[in-house]
């Protein structure tokens, strides 16, 4: 039972315009979520994080949003990048300090 | 800053061998580091968490015979898959937290070592 989905395996999007990834998660614990991005033969690299306690958090061209009675969260990238074509993970937690469950992915494609 | 090392990032082994799999931090001290594991359009699935100089803390379903976990120092752990056999071929990743920065969730990864298990 796979605990946070990311619906999306792929996205493909204009340099420019704005790229959205989604996340869902069943387990209402989760209160703690994070995006990852990696890009080939690199690990994960951490991108931005946001807590039950916010429905936003903002960092530059990248915006998340929690909407916990839908059990939804979404990344925002805005303008696109060609380099930020990479693969999106979802992360979610059930607190600081507490082990994470990752998403599958999304592969993110920013089109020149 | 926060660089970690995995070695080696690729490995083909027979059946039946024993496989070693260092996970490093360069710049910082890890008091925690984890050990990941990825099957083909999956999540990644923890399998073990580790932390210096005790015994890892293995998820349900991880074999703790299987999957030797040693973390000697703060800036070295190893993986190692004991006899492995071609159900072990997978893509294992490992991760480590800052001293002091776990409770933010933040994890550094290494790349990643693809086993294939002839």
Redesign the interface.
Same mark, same amino acid.
């Given at each position: 039972d $796979?605990q946070?989905k990311q619906n999306s395996?792929s996205l493909s999007v204009q340099e420019g315009r704005i790229s959205i990834l989604n996340c869902d998660y069943t387990n209402s614990m989760f209160d #703690?979520f994070?995006w #990852?991005k990696k890009y080939p033969?690199? =690990?994960?690299?951490?991108l931005i994080?946001i807590s039950s306690i916010k429905d936003k958090n903002e960092d530059g061209r990248f915006t998340v949003f929690l909407n916990k009675s839908a059990k939804h969260l979404s990344l925002h990238i805005v303008p696109s990048q060609p380099g930020d074509s990479a693969v999106y993970?979802c992360a979610a937690?059930k607190g #600081? =300090? $507490?082990?994470?469950?990752?998403?599958?992915?999304t592969r993110l494609s920013v089109l020149p | 800053g926060a660089v970690?090392s995995?070695h080696p990032?690729r490995v083909i082994c027979k059946s039946g061998t024993s496989v070693k799999i260092e996970c490093r931090s360069l710049d910082f001290q890890a008091t925690t580091m984890?050990w990941?594991r990825q099957f083909p359009?999956?999540?990644?699935?923890?399998m073990a968490?580790s932390n210096e100089g005790s015994k890892a803390t293995y998820e349900q379903g991880v074999e703790k015979d299987k999957f030797l976990i040693n973390h000697a120092s703060l800036t070295l752990s190893t993986l190692t898959v004991t006899s492995a056999h071609p159900e072990d071929s997978s893509f294992y990743?490992c991760?480590a937290s800052i001293a002091g920065d776990?409770?933010?969730?933040?994890?550094?990864?290494?790349?990643?070592t693809r086993l294939s298990v002839l």
């Open positions: $796979q946070v395996p #703690y994070l #990852y033969a690199e =690990g994960p690299t951490f994080s993970f937690s #600081y =300090g $507490q082990n994470f469950v990752f998403g599958p992915g | 970690v995995q990032s984890f990941y359009k999956k999540s990644l699935m923890l968490t990743i991760s776990s409770a933010k969730n933040i994890q550094y990864f290494g790349a990643g």
